[in-house]
Nanobody, 127 residues
Framework: QLVQLGGGLVQPGGSLRLSCAASGFTLDDYSIAWFRQAPGKEREGVTCAHLNDDSTWYADSVKGRLIISRDDAKNTFYLQMHSLRPEDTAVYYC??????????????????????WGPGTLVTVSS
């Protein structure tokens, strides 16, 4: 399973870090991903990092503001968020997978195929 930490209320322009810890399996066998789902909207890929070629994909709306990283020694990966905007408000989900061939495919394909999901954590950007 994946255990998520972080989230909460932050003011516009603020920063927040989400973490996702793998339990019961070794993270270094997996590509990693962060998705989000805003109220009334479809789940969307925010950023994905592929294991084999170190490729990373970011949604245009978050480029330059959100950063995905991993620490395999801690079996954990992260989403560092800066310059947050009200439109970033959503439930954020971490996920891992071994099947997609590129980071872009992982973030833009059918997310239902990803192997393991975290429970989600709410991020609210508001003053």
């Amino acid at each position: 399973q994946l255990v998520q930490l972080g989230g909460g209320l932050v003011q516009p322009g603020g920063s927040l870090r989400l973490s996702c810890a793998a339990s019961g399996f070794t993270l270094d066998d997996y590509s990693i991903a962060w998705f989000r789902q805003a109220p009334g909207k479809e789940r969307e890929g925010v950023t994905c990092a592929h294991l084999n070629d170190d490729s990373t994909w970011y949604a245009d709306s978050v480029k330059g503001r959100l950063i995905i990283s991993r620490d395999d020694a801690k079996n954990t990966f992260y989403l560092q968020m800066h310059s947050l905007r009200p439109e970033d408000t959503a439930v954020y989900y971490c996920a891992v997978d071994r099947g997609f061939t590129t980071a872009q495919a992982m973030c833009n394909g059918n997310y239902r195929y990803l192997e393991v999901w975290g429970p989600g954590t709410l991020v609210t950007v508001s003053s």
